[in-house]
């Protein structure tokens, strides 16, 4: 029983990923079609962007509730830029860098001014989205990816079959996953959430560490910006709206205790999945509208506790 | 620390100072305490969610025409979030305004508010969404039941044979879901009008916003092999879907596109050819009708239909 | 009210922490119950008082055989505990927290106050306490609290009080209140268990001691037939002299020195200096500005003015970060929140301040990490299944061996020990003693922070005396006794 227990601890997650997968296959065999596969990967590219940053900022045992309003701020100012004649091969990383700098405005509040992390980032989403309102003056910028090739190439391109925005976020995956696993950097994020003052007294550099999560938070936000912004040739003034609590739900699915200190990005990485594939699979089911809300808030609810079950 | 929040503090006012001098050319008359102030000629907009750029046709339209006629408009933004409002009400009640035209977030939020402004016989019109008190001067909304029911018409003239429709709806429960649904169902869903020649293979939810628009839509397409129709429910969604039958390579499957509000970016589509139509919630109409109503009452008293449904247009054209 | 326990058992897992243990307390009686940490002592209170149930064993009360089965059940038999760690919600008043779970409720089910607040005042009068009881408990002193607790037992007519080191908190007026309320309260005819390792304090105050080690009845004394070494041999079940091994080395250059620190209102013009290959034992009691220099020194807490000398250049260390590039190492007083991540493993937590140095190309190199922390587990002889478990699975002892484990890997040449013998079994103690004097042997300077007197006298070299904050007396070992270490630290000695 012991050993059950510790094998779904290690698969849990994926367990209940190939669930969903199966149960959605049975009742429409469309859904496993490699064109339907290929088109989730670039779905869920977006929120896996922003949950692999969340990751980071709640390992810390904090939380970024801005990332949506830092894409939809980040996907605006590349939406400007472009329609305003920047090549996009300069605009993209400088909203990149936008996005980590409004991440490590984020940062500096908590670690330095110790204030707590969902008041700074709930008063810093609206900041956030106030910005984009009055930079864009509420009017989306549209047709951007028209004269922008390379901007085109994050939502349309390819290589060797594979869509390019599911490269980005396995990419992103893995360089995320070494900073984490292997570095003294990403040891420190562990050891800031299990205690934040053990890890101070251990001579754990925590101010530093805590601030820049929320720059990888923010810059990863800024990236599934520019993903978006790609996807949909245009940048929207309310653009991820919402997005925090997907990308919070991924990270909570995958193992990421809320208090910091636990968790696994690859845990993320396969919530993530289990968030498109509902998405996904309840459309192609063609489960009504009013089930789909239900339904999904049933699995993240079902997902989390068989998690906690498993910690035991 | 104490130094710095205090610098933090002195930034912060700075910026305010800043922002509210970027607008004092507009009140510079302001400060004279709830006193109904005859010929200053000043009507406060409140808008739900200036973020929504459709809504800039509306308020565009009111402070045009209130310019038109000699008002000055103060323009407030709800930010889509009903507990802003109240506040703003007051706010312009105590700035003396002569007229309120709301663009209300909810049927509820503002009505106390909105009540106070009533009992000082400040006149109240409100544009798209009803408020739930009484003493309203008018209430100007779009027919988005008859909307819904033209485009359908639009459609089976457009199609005779039928053909197999997907159904985009905006964020479930609120009244232009219902209604433009509604009526567009009423008249080519075959369940509820047996004479119709149309399918409707699928429904799916696109917030009235254009990334689950577009999500939705590209799962849709790797499910449907043959889609004939797609009817979004506004044209920020119907956006979407076109781009999503775009990055599917599916643009030539002659897929007819229709979207509702006539927004700019929908006309910019049917341009290219790709949209094929949108129903047009005339809201430059709304906007000046309303200013229109505000400006007859003050002068003589005149007070317009309690309830006015302003007529949607099917246009592929500005 | 007489409690008889007998052959009490109990075990947590496989661990038995009980072995036919038990106490015998007196109508009247104010009872001490001496042993060292770990030898069981709160486990059969709480035993007593219904957090526990026992495996086995027997308990009397006036003579009749009872079970207690909730603390509740304990409450109402009247038995109150008043642990050391004071249970009271700061932010609630006097009244509220006496209350607390027992409200009494009016007519119309609703918390009558006025009433509470009447009761409430009638039972601190009696313990001569002159407090509005609606006053905040922040607001008061930890002496008025550990009152507040009493009035709170006697509220719930407590026959029983049972007492976990009340007085480490205390000053030493506070004290001798609180001693003269417990003999008042012992004439009215409540009977109590005294818990302290304060050896004068149970002299005092006692009447009668049960002494346990390792989770069995060793024996029971009257106070009057008694003495002090008795007593401690009793305890630790051998001789005082066995305990603290002592080496001599010769001392070499000074590695720390500190002039003048002062940080208001916790410490004032403190100055010293430690050697090569000496022990520095810092002496004083509980809040009288030992750990908050230490803090200090390791950059953890700013002070005011003064400075700080490694190696007889001046450093200024405003972050552990700084101290620990130093060559400054810190183990803290408070393991579980400040020494360990006790859901991180015994891996993770060993090589956390010293992470840095197993990488290569920034990476972590996994393979040496496991090889040096198997290396210290040897060297410290942490008896841990592996390296992997977390590290709050393990005893008290071990988890203290892992955190000197964690800062000797950095290869420190100050190491500020401060109370590294805290909940530690005596075994344990004696392997921590033999690891100081092996890094003295080394050359390492060592600064020990203890409340334990006979164990700054058996490992220090010399030995500093706390008073208010100020620096009283810097004692050769050679000079000190117990006497003048409690004079000085007390406030006495000129």
Redesign the interface.
């Known amino acids: 029983m012991e050993k059950l227990g510790s094998i779904y601890n290690r698969f849990g997650t994926i367990i209940v990923l190939l669930a969903l997968m199966l149960i959605v296959t049975i009742i429409n065999p469309q859904f496993l079609t490699m064109y339907n596969i290929l088109n989730i990967f670039k779905q869920v590219s977006i929120n896996g962007l922003i949950a692999l940053g969340m990751t980071f900022v709640i390992l810390t045992g904090g939380i970024d509730l801005s990332v949506g309003a830092i894409l939809g701020f980040s996907g605006m100012i590349l939406g400007l830029m472009i329609t305003g004649g920047t090549p996009d091969l300069l605009a993209i990383p400088a909203v990149l860098a936008i996005g980590a700098l409004l991440g490590y405005f984020n940062g500096f509040f908590i670690s330095k001014l110790k204030l707590q992390a969902f008041i700074v980032t709930l008063a810093t989403m609206t900041m956030f989205n106030g910005l984009t309102l009055i930079v864009s003056d509420g009017i989306p910028a549209s047709g951007v990816t028209k004269d922008a090739p390379v901007l085109d190439f994050f939502s349309q391109g390819s290589i060797l079959g594979i869509p390019f925005p599911m490269i980005i976020f396995v990419v992103a995956f893995l360089i995320l996953l ?1 900073l984490l ?4 950097f990403g ?2 994020v ?2 800031i959430g ?2 934040e ?9 925590t101010n530093r560490i805590k601030t820049w999560v929320y720059v990888i938070s923010g810059m990863m936000s800024a990236l599934a910006g520019v993903v978006l912004t790609s996807r949909l040739s245009s940048a929207q003034p309310t653009a991820g709206a919402g997005f925090e609590l997907d990308a919070i739900a991924a990270v909570v699915i995958g193992g990421t205790s809320l208090a910091g ?2 968790g696994r990005l690859f845990g993320t990485f396969i919530g993530v999945l289990i968030i498109g594939v509902l998405n996904n699979g309840l459309n192609i089911i063609g489960v009504s509208a009013f089930f789909q809300q239900f339904i999904k808030g049933l699995v993240i609810l079902l997902a989390v506790i068989l998690d906690r079950k498993s910690a035991r | 620390m104490k130094k710095f929040s205090l610098v933090l503090l002195a930034v912060f006012l700075f910026i305010l100072g800043g922002c509210s001098s970027n607008e004092s050319g507009g009140e510079a008359n302001g400060g004279n305490g709830g006193e109904k102030s005859e010929g200053s000629g000043k009507i406060a907009l409140l808008m739900a969610d200036l973020g929504n750029p459709f809504f800039h046709v509306l308020s565009d339209s009111v402070v045009a025409q209130g310019e038109e006629l000699g008002y000055e408009v103060l323009v407030y933004d709800g930010q889509n979030d009903a507990s802003n409002q109240p506040s703003q009400v007051e706010d312009a009640i105590q700035k003396g305004v002569d007229a309120i035209i709301i663009n209300p977030a909810d049927e509820s939020s503002t009505a106390n508010a909105l009540k106070e402004a009533i009992a000082q016989d400040i006149p109240v019109v409100t544009v798209d969404r009803a408020v739930d008190v009484d003493g309203v001067l008018s209430y100007l909304v779009t027919d988005n039941l008859k909307g819904g029911k033209l485009v359908g018409e639009w459609l089976q003239e457009k199609l005779p044979e039928g053909g197999k429709v997907i159904h985009i709806e905006g964020v479930m429960g609120t009244a232009p879901q219902r209604e433009r649904g509604g009526g567009f169902l009423s008249v080519i869903d075959p369940k509820e009008n047996p004479d119709s020649k149309f399918e409707i293979i699928d429904t799916a939810v696109g917030d009235f916003s254009m990334a689950p628009a577009e999500a939705a839509m590209s799962d849709l397409l790797a499910k449907h092999d043959d889609i004939d129709v797609v009817f979004a429910q506004n044209d920020t969604m119907a956006v979407g879907v076109v781009r999503a039958i775009e990055t599917a390579g599916r643009q030539d499957d002659g897929i007819i596109v229709i979207g509702f509000d006539g927004a700019q970016e929908a006309y910019d589509l049917i341009d290219e050819g790709i949209m094929a139509v949108t129903a047009v919630q005339d809201f430059e109409f709304i906007g000046a009708e309303a200013v229109n109503y505000v400006d007859a009452y003050l002068k003589d008293g005149t007070k317009p239909e309690p309830e006015v449904l302003v007529d949607v247009y099917m246009s592929d054209s500005k | 009210m007489e409690i008889r326990m007998t052959d009490i058992n109990k075990s947590f897992g496989d661990v038995q922490v009980l072995k036919n243990a038990g106490v015998h307390v007196k109508e009247k009686e104010i009872h001490a119950l001496m042993g060292e940490n770990g030898a069981g002592k709160s486990t059969l209170m709480k035993i007593l008082t219904g957090v526990y149930m026992k495996d086995s064993g027997k308990i009397e009360i006036n003579g009749e055989v009872q079970e207690i089965e909730s603390i509740r059940d304990g409450e109402n038999k009247g038995i109150a505990f008043i642990h050391q760690e004071l249970n009271v919600l700061n932010e609630m008043s006097i009244v509220d927290n006496m209350f607390l779970g027992k409200e009494i409720k009016n007519k119309f089910g609703l918390v009558d106050k006025t009433t509470m607040a009447k009761l409430a005042k009638e039972k601190l009068l009696l313990l001569g306490l002159d407090v509005d009881p609606n006053t905040l408990i922040k607001d008061i002193s930890v002496g008025k609290r550990q009152l507040v607790e009493i009035a709170k037992a006697l509220l719930m007519e407590a026959e029983l009080i049972i007492m976990d080191e009340p007085t480490a908190a205390l000053t030493d007026k506070e004290i001798d209140l609180l001693f003269k309320i417990i003999r008042d309260l012992k004439e009215k005819g409540v009977s109590f268990v005294y818990i302290s390792h304060r050896m004068e304090e149970i002299f005092e105050l006692c009447d009668e001691i049960t002494i346990m080690r390792d989770g069995e009845f060793i024996g029971q004394k009257t106070i009057a037939e008694t003495n002090f070494d008795e007593i401690v041999s009793m305890m630790v079940g051998y001789d005082l002299d066995d305990r603290f091994p002592r080496v001599d080395v010769e001392p070499g250059e000074v590695v720390l020195s500190v002039k003048e620190l002062t940080h208001k209102g916790k410490f004032e013009d403190i100055n010293f200096e430690v050697r090569e290959g000496e022990v520095l034992g810092f002496s004083g009691l509980m809040g009288s500005g030992r750990t908050e220099i230490m803090h200090a020194i ?1 950059g ?1 807490i700013p002070f005011d003015s003064g400075t700080v000398y490694i190696n007889q250049k001046e450093v200024k260390i405003n ?3 700084v ?3 130093l060559g400054i190492g ?1 183990i ?1 007083e408070d393991r579980k ?8 493993s015994v891996a ?1 937590n060993t090589v ?2 010293s ?2 140095t197993f ?1 290569k190309n ?3 190199q ?1 393979g040496q990490i496991s090889e040096v922390v198997a290396e210290y587990i040897r060297k410290l002889n942490v008896r841990t299944p592996n390296q992997t478990i977390n590290v709050g699975n393990l005893s008290g002892g071990n988890q203290q061996k892992v955190v000197i484990a ?1 800062w000797l890997i950095t290869k420190p040449k100050l190491l500020i020990l401060d109370e590294p013998t805290r909940g530690v079994d005596v075994g344990a103690k004696k392997e921590i003693y033999e690891i100081i004097n092996e890094l003295k042997k080394e050359g390492v300077a060592l600064i020990v922070v203890s409340s334990e007197l006979p164990e700054v006298l058996g490992i220090s070299d010399r030995i500093a005396v706390m008073h208010e904050g100020k620096l009283k007396k810097i004692f050769d070992i050679k000079e000190a006794t117990q006497e003048k270490i409690m004079e000085y630290a007390t406030g006495g000695g000129v």
């Open positions: 070494i696993q292997n570095t003294v040891r420190g562990y050891a299990g205690n003052e053990v890890a101070r007294l251990s001579s754990i550099p200190g636990r | 390791f953890n972050s552990p970060i101290a620990q590039r810190f803290t929140n400040e020494g360990l991540i006790l859901s991180f993770e956390m301040p992470l840095r990488t920034k990476l972590i996994k964690k």
